[in-house]
């Protein structure tokens, strides 16, 4: 395998849905490139195509897709042009895993945990035998903070932020190159997401790995991003380093949404909101999708805007920052 | 009674509700003391936050000053009246004048009632029979909550609205029949930050012009400010601390509020290289909370012989601020921990 230094690149990726009332483009044209060991959030509002974008990377596909497409390399290698059976046995699991949207709660709840966690690595000869499993989870076990004397328990014997460890576990336990995470703390408490935000931190820096978080919490998702995705409607409207979009993010949806994200520290009261609803994805507008809420509005925003990329690194989809104006 | 005491709305006196576990259905176990011992008073009109983690018992404290629970000791005061749980007219009567916002939406709608259905529900409950009455009651609720035009939505069903308009139907169905205490569980959280703080601004407006209390229960510290000056802090079954919200964010007096406080993540990318300090363990059963303080187990405060031991009291740190914690036993002490 020839060395890379990009883990994930995703190009043009697309991904509809057939439904009775149309077709849904849940992910419209995305395109990003995350670095070795960098980790990378993707924000968004609930309907924006974030999960879908996760679920296309893995190819974890409903039956009513319209249109799958896109190049997407792992590694250098375009793992979109494997068939089914060479993707299940070379990409998913092995060198890409996924902790989806409320994994604590699909824990298999018969069987003991150490058994669940062991199941990727037979499932793909990963290990020798059994009792070779069972080692590598007292191991993982150990990364993610799950107690040994919890191995031979059952779902329901243990809490919430325990459950979501292990789901952890069970997606880290094959060496991945980079792992999926879908809201991985919004049904935990706060000091339950502190806690596995301060595992995943660490893991971070002790193995070699990327994290692609999906989430709508923006002040949650900077304790691991080094690089920001921002989805609206589909869309990839902004891709920059955390720096700049915590700091100070340019698309003007950006923009409002950190305006909105409630801080302690703040001097005054009051939040920003933006007025309107998303728009529905069966019929997105023809030209910018955010133009209808956006307060900077000009004539160009009719059209589509293409990606522009104003800085090294920085890319932004807005008329906005086209070429020789900013 | 005082023009002070006028002011009160409720008042909650060492309220415990207690719910009872049976073995085999009938051999007793013991209680789960989900509420144990809670003393507040909220004024008319006052908007005031109860925070705390799941399992702390903060919705069996909302329903049982919702009349839902019935608590086993201690007594509930409202608006200069004792409430008699067993006295079924006067539930009716004071249940009337309380409301209750749900935490999601779609769940608290049923979906198979028209949203002019859904809110002449309570009104018919509660014996308001004439029909162009409880429509032009509906119409000045909807009005106030901008949805409008209302004779739109009042055909429609939950599905067709969406998440932020579902809330807005919930907030409208709890104010209806004009009551004087709201409680909202979580009203916010499961809306998309975008539209999260239209919704807080419109009920701020509703309750500054109807003069309504509320009681927000919420997990999420980082919005407390935004819509409440004072705060509750629930930790195992009782308050551990009550302050204005400043001073609390500010300076937080019990080690448990000072937890939740560090485990708040701010926006900010250099969150990256940084740890949380999480007290270690979960929170207490409530079937067997730890004698002495409750949060002892996990406190890098404990004091040995004292906090497992004894319960705290409340202690005064501040002006309106008290904090169960024996830190603060003397006032002489309390200026070396208060960081």
């Avoid at chain 1, 670095?35 to 596909?61: F, P």
């Avoid at chain 1, 997105?284 to 990329?309: I, K, N, T, V, W």
């Avoid at chain 2, 162009?132 to 609205?161: A, C, G, N």
């Amino acid at each position: 395998m020839p060395e890379n230094d990009k883990v994930l690149s995703v190009e043009d990726m697309h991904l509809y849905y057939q439904t009775s009332r149309g077709i849904v483009q849940a992910v419209d044209g995305v395109s990003f490139a995350l670095d070795r060991k960098k980790s990378m959030v993707v924000v968004g509002e609930s309907g924006c195509g974030k999960t879908s974008l996760g679920n296309a990377i893995l190819r974890l596909l409903p039956e009513n897709v319209h249109r799958y497409e896109g190049r997407c390399l792992l590694n250098g290698n375009d793992i979109m042009q494997y068939d089914n059976e060479k993707f299940r046995k070379n990409v998913r699991w092995v060198r890409a895993a996924m902790v989806p949207q409320a994994a604590m709660n699909a824990l298999n709840p018969v069987i003991s945990v150490a058994d669940q966690v062991a199941e990727p690595l037979l499932v793909h000869d990963l290990a020798e035998d059994k009792e070779e499993a069972l080692e590598k989870v007292k191991t993982t076990f150990d990364k993610v903070g799950v107690p040994r004397d919890f191995l031979q328990r059952y779902p329901f014997e243990l809490s919430g932020g325990m459950k979501q460890r292990v789901a952890l576990a069970m997606s880290l336990i094959t060496d991945p190159d980079f792992i999926i995470l879908d809201e991985p703390t919004s049904a935990l408490d706060m000091l339950t997401q502190a806690n596995i935000m301060n595992v995943l931190t660490r893991l971070k820096d002790e193995i070699d790995i990327s994290f692609i978080l999906i989430t709508h919490d923006v002040s949650t998702s900077s304790e691991i991003a080094d690089m920001a995705a921002i989805m609206y409607a589909g869309h990839i409207v902004e891709f920059t380093d955390a720096y700049t979009f915590f700091g100070e993010p340019w698309h003007p949806y950006s923009r409002r949404l950190m305006e909105s994200v409630p801080t302690l520290e703040a001097e005054d009261d009051t939040l920003g909101f933006i007025p309107g609803q998303p728009p529905s994805l069966l019929h997105p507008p023809q030209g910018c999708r955010f133009a209808e809420r956006c307060d900077e509005e000009f004539e160009l925003c009719s059209e589509e805007p293409p990606m522009f990329e104003p800085e090294e690194g920085h890319r932004v989809k807005c008329w906005l920052y086209r070429e020789g104006d900013k | 009674m005082t023009a002070e005491d006028n002011r009160i709305l409720v008042e909650a006196r060492d309220l415990r509700t207690h719910f009872e576990i049976k073995k085999w259905g009938f051999l007793h176990q013991g209680y789960v003391k989900a509420v144990d011992g809670v003393n507040f008073t909220v004024d008319k009109g006052e908007s005031i936050s109860l925070v705390g983690e799941s399992g702390c018992g903060k919705s069996s404290l909302a329903k049982t000053i919702l009349g839902i629970h019935e608590p086993r000791e201690g007594e509930l005061i409202f608006d200069g009246q004792k409430i008699d749980y067993g006295n079924k007219e006067q539930m009716k009567r004071y249940q009337k004048m309380t409301g209750f916002v749900q935490q999601d939406p779609y769940g608290a709608l049923p979906p198979f009632m028209s949203i002019r259905k859904i809110m002449e529900e309570p009104m018919i409950v509660n014996g308001i029979s004439d029909r162009s009455q409880r429509l032009d009651r509906i119409k000045d609720v909807m009005h106030e909550l901008k949805l409008t035009p209302v004779d739109d939505y009042l055909r429609k069903f939950p599905h067709m609205l969406s998440g932020g308009e579902q809330q807005r139907v919930v907030l409208a169905r709890a104010l209806v029949l004009n009551p004087k205490l709201i409680f909202a569980d979580e009203p916010v959280s499961m809306l998309d930050a975008s539209v999260r703080v239209e919704i807080l601004e419109l009920i701020e407006k509703i309750q500054a012009e109807r003069d309504v209390a509320i009681i927000y229960i919420t997990h999420d510290l980082s919005t407390v400010r935004y819509f409440s000056r004072r705060i509750l802090v629930m930790y195992g079954g009782k308050l551990v601390e009550k302050s204005p919200v400043k001073d609390l964010l500010r300076e937080p007096a019990h080690p448990y509020t000072r937890a939740l406080l560090e485990a708040i993540s701010e926006p900010d990318a250099s969150n990256i290289d940084t740890y949380k300090d999480v007290p270690p363990g979960e929170p207490p059963s409530l079937l067997n909370p730890p004698a002495g303080c409750r949060f002892h187990p996990r406190c890098k405060h404990k004091i040995d012989g004292l906090c497992d031991e004894d319960v705290p009291p409340e202690f005064d740190v501040g002006e309106e601020r008290k904090t169960a914690c024996w830190l603060y036993k003397d006032e002489e002490d309390a200026e070396d921990v208060a960081v």
